[in-house]
């Protein structure tokens, strides 16, 4: 594709992760300088109503109701897969086949085989692929790798991780999609879990094994739906039942000799998105927490004596990976940045003719992760990462 070319784009999906990827392709080229340019050709979803509203408010051409009619569209050239676990493998294996490169919300697919038929079918039909890990863009996780490969910590011996939402407490909370095993895969663990071992294979290596133990701590709910964002509504009068984890804490051990510790939940009060990791190395300590998403604390063990200690960074300058194409230094940016950083890998991907990351291939690798550390659950052992 040529500078400037227009990627005609064709979305599935439009509730939460659909508004932020449309607000992250309306401003990407006001941000950046990337080669190519999004064109919102068309949204689709079932219900018509909700879908019209959705292309008009997110600046959509067109909708359409059935998918399938999205992808077999000529003037489509990415397909954007925003819709719930279970539909990613169809529309994905769809799209490859049709020639369009894809980006699809995690987790990849509900299983291991349906991730790696995915990831067949992107490679067998040379199209681009990306599946949206986005804490992945912010800028002070982005500095954090640079450290790290720089050897600014050395030897990494701990990675820690806490991802801790409290949206399903409520006893009266209704039965979602995200609280269907056939619909979600999993529950805290794919939901917020997989973004925390992405983090971790992307910040420090691969997983060697992994052993864990998860818990559901309401099992009934009201029958209900979910309205945008995590809201939902609920019938009480009709219950059904949870199929999916509540809560999950494993601990790992990493091909590089590093040690990890990882909990997911839904039930930690107070925790609106707290997202957030320590590493732990030879020479040297990061933490970062998502609801300071700007901020990355650093400590280096070689600081002169009385002034070591957990240093703040504001990861708002120029030299901070993202950063220069905003606002001046300490002037913050937010959640919805990340994705228009990963939309920009992405284009520049297809421009420059590359595969960014992280792709269905990490998704595959994540989803094998996540199926070990439900094996270890039911087992009760160690279950190695093949």
């Known amino acids: 594709m040529g500078v400037n070319q227009k990627v005609r784009i064709g979305m599935i999906g439009y509730q939460f992760m659909g508004k932020a990827h449309s607000h992250a392709y309306r401003d990407l080229s006001f941000y950046f300088d990337n080669p190519l340019k999004p064109e919102l050709k068309v949204i689709a979803g079932r219900n018509e109503e909700a879908v019209k509203e959705a292309q008009e408010k997110m600046g959509w051409e067109s909708y359409e109701l059935d998918w399938k009619k999205v992808i077999a569209r000529d003037d489509i050239d990415v397909i954007d897969i925003v819709t719930p676990n279970h539909t990613h493998a169809e529309i994905a294996i769809a799209a490859a086949k049709a020639g369009k490169h894809i980006i699809t919300e995690k987790p990849l697919a509900l299983t291991v085989e349906e991730a790696k038929e995915m990831l067949q079918a992107v490679e ?29 910590i050395g030897r990494v011996y701990h990675y820690r991780a806490n991802y801790l939402q409290d949206f399903i407490m409520d006893p009266n909370f209704p039965l979602v999609w995200r609280l269907k095993k056939e619909v979600s895969g999993s529950g805290a663990l794919g939901d917020i879990g997989a973004h925390s071992i992405d983090l971790a294979r992307f910040l420090i290596g691969e997983f060697a094994e992994v052993s864990g133990t998860m818990e559901t701590f309401i099992k009934q709910r009201p029958v209900g739906e979910m309205t945008g964002g995590l809201n939902a509504k609920g019938n009480a009068s009709e219950m059904g039942e949870v199929t999916v984890d509540d809560a999950v804490a494993f601990i790992a051990r990493f091909e590089n000799g590093a040690l990890g510790t990882f909990e997911a939940t839904r039930f930690a009060g107070g925790n609106r998105n707290k997202n957030k990791f320590e590493i732990n190395g030879e020479k040297g300590s990061i933490r970062w927490d998502m609801e300071n998403m700007n901020n990355l604390e650093v400590y280096f063990a070689d600081d002169e004596e009385g002034v070591q200690g957990f240093r703040l960074i504001n990861c708002t ?18 959640y919805e940045h990340t994705f228009i950083h990963l939309i920009d890998e992405f284009f520049r991907g297809i421009a420059e003719d590359y595969q960014p990351a992280p792709n269905f291939d990490d998704g595959v690798k994540n989803q094998i992760v996540l199926e070990a550390v439900e094996e270890s659950s039911e087992t009760k052992s160690w279950v190695p990462i093949d």
């Open 317 to 334: 300058e120029e030299v901070h990976p993202y950063a220069g194409a905003y606002w001046p230094p300490g002037h913050i940016i937010g």
């Open 124 to 152: 067998e039909n040379g199209v681009k692929h990306m599946i949206c890990h986005n804490y992945r863009f912010a800028p002070a996780v982005q500095y954090a790798k640079k450290l790290i490969e720089d050897g600014k």
